[in-house]
């Protein structure tokens, strides 16, 4: 990686004797689009707020292009920050509020309204600009605040939780734009989310947070594929885990002891044998039959069949386990009650740490 | 209708009567002919108003009512918005909940007690019998009126909007003038207009530490009162209520036109 752009060395804040934020270490490039995800309370807004210089760190240091940044008041970072509510100035059009940063850096009026134009047209917004924010929908106020946060051309974006408010359609069109535009204009966005769908739609990587520590860091494919905690593979997308000891192990692959007593073949790091570990499988990997081998078979009873239109999800009880299966539409609805079969390849699952 | 809406009616009739007969009572009084201030009227005129105008007393006193209600306005207006600005955000802190209550004692503490208090420290300064002083005065009981309202509007601006105006560029003193006090404005606006009832109204403090120069319409009347009852104090009430009417409406436009903004 290139010399980071963004920086964070054993940053720690606490509320009291609460630790919100525990000794992180987070280096961001240029250009980059950082997704912080975990649940709430697990310290990623607090992060965000302490770049944009609304708190302050109780310990350690940011740094943002080479330059210390920590003790630096928000007016003179030159961030661009979109809230969950938007925080749209009411009593101003949105021309004015969009001309905001500009007024404040002194920039000519000739040339503002320029500029004011162009990010309006850039969010399709160009013919409200004499509104009040009052006067808008949801998304449209949501991407007044990003024409607002982008027009005076920050290095750096931060969204905290930006799309929260609006229903999944606008949503998923708004996840679209920003990516766009993020691409368009190479900026570097750290965005927070409590939303494990939008954080891998959206991210170059994704940090997951849990209790003020990154639980994780990676891309989103390696997020979701390979977790390295169970609290990753639990908290992004849905998962199956299976509890058992490992037998061997070597070679990316390891034999897994179920308490049953049966074994399954999964992927994994080297681990001595005898550790207590988690299988995770995701839902969508699992296949009805005895289909490819070699591969791991399991047999269990049908217990729920639930609809959702694009698929079908089964709840399975399979060797004193419940497993959640995806199903495919193609193939004929099992019904409850059912004995089955099920399979899924070694490739397809993988060791978390307990 | 049922029994109990027969009920809310009956009663809230009852209270309206009871807040607007002494007014209802007095009012057709000023526009009396005779010098006497009891029913029948034996004729109508506007005298009563003339004499408001022309007697030097009167007149001399709706001038000072005036010189020290915008006054006090100006200057309750400007502290108790800096008041207010300071407790804001900070319940939590034990000091300052004390501050903030201590800002409040002058609507509970007895006007009495507080007149001989100033006028005690007045005249160690020279104050008393000076427009500054009775302004200092009629502050002291109008401050509270402007800090809950300006902290109950300030309590409600979104913490995150004055965060996006620093994130944005703005120094904090930009952001007190642009977005903070512009969201806060009809809050300091109806403080005001409580400040400027507040003095119009005030007789006690008056008392304590106005000289001859310096008496308000409220001070003029409640002496003619005792002097000589004569209708020019109903005019006066009448002149007063249209006030208070008028600074009411223009709180209400005021209002309104800040709304639709």
Partial sequence: ?354 | MNGLNVAKVVFGAAIMFFLLAPLIAILPLSFTDSVFLNYPIPAYSTRWFNELVTADVWRRSIVNSLIIGSGTTALATVLGTLGALGLRNHASFWSLSFIRTAFLLPMVVPAVVLGVGMQLMFARYNLTNSYLGVIIAHTVLAVPFVVINVLSVLQAIDPRLEQAAASLGAHPVTVLARVTLPLALPGIISGAVFAFATSLDEVVLTLFVAGPNQRTLARQMFSSIRENISPAIAAAAFVFIVGTIFVALILILSRKSLARR
Wanted: hydrophobic content about 40%; some cysteine; proline content about 5%.
């Fill in chain 1, 1 to 354: 990686m290139q010399d980071p752009f963004i920086s964070f060395e054993k940053v720690s804040k606490s509320f009291g004797t609460f630790n919100v934020v525990d000794e992180l270490y987070l280096s961001i490039s240029r250009g980059e689009f950082v997704s912080m995800l975990g649940p709430s309370g697990s310290g990623k807004t607090t992060i965000l707020m302490m770049l944009a210089g609304f708190e302050k760190p109780t310990s350690g240091k940011i740094f943002v292009g080479g330059r210390q940044v920590d003790a630096l008041p928000p007016h003179k970072r030159n961030m661009g920050v979109v809230f969950q509510n938007y925080a749209l100035f009411p009593h101003m059009s949105v021309a004015e509020n969009v001309g905001f940063p500009l007024k404040m850096r002194r920039m000519p009026r000739a040339e503002a309204d320029g500029r004011i134009k162009r990010a309006l047209d850039m969010v399709q917004l160009g013919t409200m600009s004499e509104r009040r924010p009052s006067q808008l929908s949801g998304g449209q106020q949501q991407r007044v605040a990003l024409a607002r946060a982008l027009v005076f051309e920050p290095e750096v974006v931060l969204m905290d939780e930006p799309l929260g408010a609006l229903d999944k359609k606008l949503r998923e069109q708004m996840q679209l734009d920003i990516r766009e535009l993020h691409r368009r204009l190479g900026l570097t966005i750290i965005f927070v989310t409590h939303d494990q769908g939008e954080a891998l739609t959206m991210s170059d990587r994704i940090a997951v947070f849990n209790h003020g520590k990154i639980e994780q860091i990676g891309k989103p494919s390696e997020i979701y594929d390979h977790p390295t905690t169970r609290f990753v593979a639990e908290f992004v997308g849905e998962t199956n885990l299976i509890m058992g000891t490992i037998k061997q192990s070597g070679d990316g692959r390891a034999i897994i002891q179920l308490p049953s007593g049966s074994t399954l073949e999964a992927s994994a790091p080297n681990l001595n044998a005898g550790t207590q570990v988690s299988l995770s499988i995701r839902p969508e990997r699992i296949r009805s039959g005895k289909a490819q081998a070699p591969a791991n078979i399991l047999s269990g009873t049908v217990r729920d069949v639930v609809y959702h239109g694009d698929h079908l999800q089964l709840l399975l009880d399979a060797d004193g386990h419940q497993l959640l299966v995806r199903s495919d539409r193609a193939v004929k609805a099992p019904e409850a009650g059912q004995k089955m079969d099920f399979s899924f390849a070694p490739e397809d699952c993988w060791v978390v740490a307990q």
